[in-house]
């Protein structure tokens, strides 16, 4: 089991590594505080004599986010979804999302970004724990006050998410290590000088945290999260944040 979990951290660590190697001459650094809460559930109870209806789901999240130095409000998400269960294990998805966000993301003003969303999700157990994957798209909408505003084109971006979860089951059944990465991709540039959003690497997120399940609804998860966000054409330095995150997930 240990050795696995040996396995695991040093997955980890090359996620971190491909984070700092990505690095440009200009990056800045950030510490920041995450909190959220990621809610899902299916439309059973409407009706529980119909087993269609489980087929049905719904999605809601919350999330607060702190920088400068976890000093003073930078971004929160609000996004609701709903699913459609293809089998047990994939589900596809379509919602909204709204971030308001301000520094350091911002420059001067906070800006407001509308986003629509779909995305698939694939999770299965394994002998050595339970691997999730999440492909979403985003169509993303920026008012004027968005940093370096361009023409207000529409940005399309690609995110892949890989999750592993491995219980450690010697300290304690409940207990899993929790190693992830998601990678970011701009698929399109939007046309302002200097640029905004350049077509290409984005960001990635590589996460390695500790999950313990409290019950059969709600798990609780808490590490450190590195994220680095890439601006290779923009005025703006690429940005590198530390990030504690907490997480509380809960599946009805």
Do not use: C
Not at 43 to 64: A, C, I
Not at 103 to 123: C, D, G, K, M, Y
Not at 168 to 175: A, F, R
């Amino acid at each position: 089991m240990f050795k696995r979990i040996g396995i695991f951290i040093v997955f980890a660590a090359l996620s971190l590594t491909f984070n700092r190697t990505a690095l440009a001459d200009k990056t800045v650094e950030d510490f920041e505080v995450w909190g959220g809460i990621f809610t899902q559930g299916n439309f059973g109870f409407v009706n529980p004599q119909n087993p269609d209806l489980k087929k049905f789901r719904w999605w809601m999240e919350g999330q607060g986010r702190f920088g400068n130095d976890a000093t003073q409000f930078t971004q929160s998400l609000i996004r609701p979804g709903l699913g459609y269960a293809i089998t047990d294990k994939i589900v596809v998805w379509a919602g909204y999302a709204w971030a308001p966000s301000a520094e350091p993301l911002s420059i001067a003003h906070p800006f407001n970004e509308h986003r629509i969303w779909q995305q698939v999700t694939w999770s299965d157990n394994f002998p050595f724990g339970r691997l999730s994957l999440r492909s979403r798209f985003e169509q993303r909408f920026f008012d004027h006050n968005a940093p370096l505003p361009g023409n207000n084109d529409v940005a399309h971006r690609f995110r892949q998410l890989v999750k592993l979860a491995v219980p450690i089951t010697p300290i304690d059944p409940n207990l899993s290590f929790i190693v992830q990465s998601e990678l970011f991709i701009a698929m399109t540039t939007i046309d302002n000088n200097p640029g905004f959003i350049s077509r290409g690497y984005d960001q990635n997120r590589a996460f390695v945290g500790l999950g313990y399940k409290v019950n059969q609804y709600a798990t609780v998860e808490l590490g450190y999260m590195n994220q680095f966000i890439n601006r290779p054409h923009s005025a703006r330095p690429d940005q590198m944040m530390h990030n504690l995150v907490a997480s509380l997930f809960l599946n009805f």
